[in-house]
Nanobody, 113 residues
Framework: QVQFVESGGGLVQAGGSLRLSCAVS????????FNWYRQAPGQQREWVGS???????AYGDSVKGRFTASRDNGRNTVYLQMNSLKPDDTAVYYC???????WGQGTQVTVSS
């Protein structure tokens, strides 16, 4: 059974940085692509970015140039480095793999102005 366990969120001032982690189990990690999503209160879940099995990345316009996804196949973990954070980045962040319906609990990121 696939599991996604996100961590690394917290409270940070605008302009600050955070690094999120997503530990994945129950899946052939090194052959799987992953997506990062976020959901702010009262809003729909938003795609943030993705990383393929070969390490290619793509990002939504709102985070492009500020966020960087990476992966460690030896640790079955996906990361999201978030720099130059803005109050609009406040949300619960999730990682997920295409084709799976399971979601983790997410990790809360709060950016104060």
């Amino acid at each position: 059974q696939v599991q996604f366990v996100e961590s690394g969120g917290g409270l940070v001032q605008a302009g600050g940085s955070l690094r999120l982690s997503c530990a994945v189990s129950g899946i052939t990690f090194r052959s799987t692509s992953f997506n990062w999503y976020r959901q702010a209160p009262g809003q729909q879940r938003e795609w943030v970015g993705s990383i393929t099995r070969t390490g290619l990345t793509a990002y939504g316009d709102s985070v492009k140039g500020r966020f960087t996804a990476s992966r460690d196949n030896g640790r079955n973990t996906v990361y999201l480095q978030m720099n130059s954070l803005k109050p609009d980045d406040t949300a619960v962040y999730y990682c997920q793999a295409p084709g799976y319906t399971t979601w983790g609990q997410g990790t809360q990121v709060t950016v104060s102005s």
